[in-house]
């Protein structure tokens, strides 16, 4: 069983950048593949982004698609989301996940392991 804690969410312009780092420990990391979350007050959980085993392949919905990148890191055990060109609609708190399977996914269900969150804060 790998536990996830996340960092590095806070207050940003829009227009601004910001990078969340998810630290994994207890778990075959190398075997997960990691997703990041998002979700805003009275909103369900939306999929942002997700990485194979060794970084291969990743999956981006068009909401973020071309300023939100997911990279890993197999040696330290750490996963990553750059979010550049951030809009107020970015603003939510921000989840790293692992799923212990070969396929990616995009349903917060298909997950089985979640960190504590990490709050984003985007001002116009």
């Known amino acids: 069983q790998v536990q996830l804690v996340e960092s590095g969410g806070g207050f940003v312009q829009a227009g601004g950048s910001l990078r969340l780092s998810c630290a994994a420990s207890g778990g075959t990391f190398s075997t997960v593949v990691m997703g990041w979350f998002r979700q805003a007050p009275g909103k369900e959980r939306e999929f942002v982004a997700a990485?194979?085993?060794?970084?291969?392949?990743?999956y981006y919905p068009d909401s973020v698609k071309g300023r939100f990148t997911i990279s890993r890191d197999n040696a330290k055990n750490r996963v990553y989301l750059q979010m550049n060109s951030l809009k107020t609609e970015d603003t939510a708190v921000y989840y790293c996940?692992?799923?212990?399977?070969?396929?990616?996914?995009?349903?917060?269900?298909?997950?089985?392991?979640w960190g504590q969150g990490t709050q984003v804060t985007v001002s116009s």
């Open positions: 996940a692992a799923r212990r399977a070969k396929r990616g996914a995009t349903a917060p269900r298909e997950y089985d392991t």
């Open positions: 990485i194979s085993w060794t970084g291969g392949t990743t």
